[in-house]
């Protein structure tokens, strides 16, 4: 369990997040990334990572190395191709599941390759849209562990509104997992509110952290939150999450912190 008894709940704004901008790429951060670093905002449980990206058609991430860690994206909009040094190719695109293991070490490109077909004979095909997306890493039990790669569709499950365990090595949810990761105490759900005044209920966990990712919701003992607002909750859970609009929140239940239970 946590060394951590006092429960608490802490509030960020989407607005107030670092940013990344250039030509092709808006990304917003929620902790500590690249050069944007603040001693007092490194991670939250096992969380380092939560990173909402835009990509613009036609580009992306060159291959880059990763090392000792799980890697979990979840597409909004649009499309991203993944391909990596195991040889491992596929087109992650909204009710996909993915995870990377990134272990002693891998090379990986991200790309939005999605394409507009030609109006007419002889016309040209021009890139479509842009790609909008999650990525979030959490650290694994282990270091030097062997990298993999899963993806899976999970679109049906998504659509009864509750929410779905997304990825996770937490053993309760063993039988009820889209795909795995390694870090036993960790897990990703997603609920995909589709109509107004949908509801869900966040986990009990000594770590979690709450993403609106789309829409707007009400959280109980909180207030609204919108598009890019995160909650870091500790020590509690159990709070009632009633979608204000159609919205899509992504939940971490983590049962340990980085540097130790």
């Known amino acids: 369990m946590s060394t951590l008894t006092t429960p608490h709940i802490d509030v960020h704004r989407g607005g107030d997040r670092m940013k990344t901008r250039v030509a092709w790429l808006d990304s917003k951060h929620s ?4 050069e944007h670093y603040d001693p007092e905002n490194t991670h939250h449980g096992l969380l380092l990572v939560n990173n909402e990206d835009i990509v613009m058609p036609g580009q992306g991430f060159d291959t880059h190395p990763h090392r000792d860690m799980e890697i979990v994206t979840w597409v909004l909009e649009g499309s991203l191709v993944h391909q990596d040094s195991l040889g491992h190719a596929g087109i992650v695109y909204p009710g996909l599941a993915q995870r990377m293991s990134a272990g002693t070490g891998i090379l990986h490109s991200e ?5 507009r077909l030609p109006p007419a004979e002889g016309g040209t095909a021009e890139h479509a849209e842009s790609v909008h997306f999650v990525q979030m890493w959490v650290v ?7 990298p993999g790669y899963q993806q899976l569709e999970i679109d049906t499950e998504l659509a009864g509104g509750g929410l779905v365990t997304v990825a996770s090595g937490l053993p309760r949810y063993r039988d009820r997992t889209a795909i ?11 609920a995909r509110m589709a109509a107004e005044g949908a509801a869900v209920a966040l986990p009990e966990a000594p770590y979690l952290h709450l993403f609106v990712a789309r ?12 598009a890019g607002d995160a909650v ?8 009632r999450i009633v979608a204000e609009l159609p919205s899509e929140i992504l ?8 540097g130790g239970r």
Not at 31 to 34: A, I, N, Q, R
Not at 111 to 115: A, L, V, Y
């Open 31 to 34: 902790f500590s990334f690249g």
């Open 215 to 226: 829409g707007q919701v009400r959280m109980e003992g909180v207030g609204t939150l919108y």
């Open 232 to 239: 870091r909750l500790t020590r509690t859970g159990g709070q």
């Open 180 to 190: 795995a990761i390694n870090s036993s105490h960790s897990a990703l759900h997603v």
């Open 251 to 258: 939940v971490w239940e983590m049962h340990a912190r980085l």
């Open 111 to 115: 790309k939005n390759d999605s394409w």
């Open 140 to 146: 694994p039990d282990d270091s030097g562990l062997t």
